[in-house]
């Protein structure tokens, strides 16, 4: 069975700080990897996708990387603020499906 | 980034009527979408995958004759939840694969989400 987890569930850091987010799959053979921001009661924002064949990507403060062999990414949210608070949603596009697989989500909460 | 609309965002209505929600792609074709369940804190689930032209492929558990979808159109996708009952109060999300997109990434673009109370 195709899973997506996300780890840890819920992260509270002070303003300011770096920190990462965990995501793993038990299946390589992947097309491609999105992470979303989710506010309460919203919608989703997509905020990166990484193909198969990448290793990384980068939008402003963020940065998410991909490793395919150990069936892991990782989003880098650096100097986080406030405003980053939300839930963070992991999903995956496995080669021969037109559709993603969500992760569990990693709910941020940023302090002032 | 290309646009998803749903509407309603939010209904509220008694057990037992039907639901429509619809998801629009407003600058884009789709002939595929797809449409998911949200529970509280809770991740999505993906319910069916609508083709445009063709019925929809439901997901192991899901009601085909409870969630009807009809996918009349490259740009709308409608989701009807049928004698609606307390317990299909849920967030639904859809989203849509661009078929001719500038660059093909396979990038889904999601609506904003329609919120279901059934009292």
């Known amino acids: 069975k195709q899973e997506v987890t996300q780890i840890p569930a819920a992260l509270s850091v002070p303003e300011g700080e770096n920190l990462v987010l965990n995501c793993s799959f038990t299946?390589?053979?992947?097309?491609?990897l999105q992470w979303f921001r989710q506010d309460p009661g919203k919608g989703l924002t997509s905020l990166l996708l990484?193909?198969?064949?990448?290793r990384e990507q980068t939008s402003g403060r963020l940065n998410a990387s991909l490793d395919k062999s150990s069936g892991r990414s990782t989003l880098y949210i650096a100097a986080s603020q406030p405003g980053d608070s939300a839930t963070y949603l992991c999903?995956?596009?496995?080669?021969?499906?037109?559709?993603?697989?969500f992760g569990t989500g990693t709910r941020l909460l940023v302090s002032p | 980034g290309a646009v998803v609309s749903q509407h309603p965002s939010r209904v509220i209505c008694k057990s037992g009527t039907s639901v429509k929600i619809e998801c629009r792609s407003l600058d884009f074709q789709a002939t595929t979408m797809f449409w998911y369940r949200q529970f509280p804190k809770k991740s999505l689930m993906l319910m069916a995958t609508s083709n445009e032209g063709s019925k929809a492929t439901y997901e192991q558990g899901v009601e085909k004759d409870k969630f009807l979808i009809n996918h009349a159109s490259l740009t709308l996708s409608t989701l009807t939840v049928t004698s609606a009952h307390p317990e299909d109060s849920s967030f639904y999300i859809c989203?849509?694969?661009?078929?001719?997109?500038?660059?093909?990434?396979?990038?889904?673009?999601f609506g904003e989400g329609s919120r279901l109370t059934v009292l």
């Open positions: 299946d390589s053979a992947i097309y491609n």
């Open positions: 990484i193909q198969s064949s990448q």
């Open positions: 989203s849509a694969r661009e078929l001719f997109p500038p660059v093909n990434t396979g990038e889904l673009f």
């Open positions: 999903a995956v596009s496995f080669t021969g499906f037109q559709k993603l697989v």
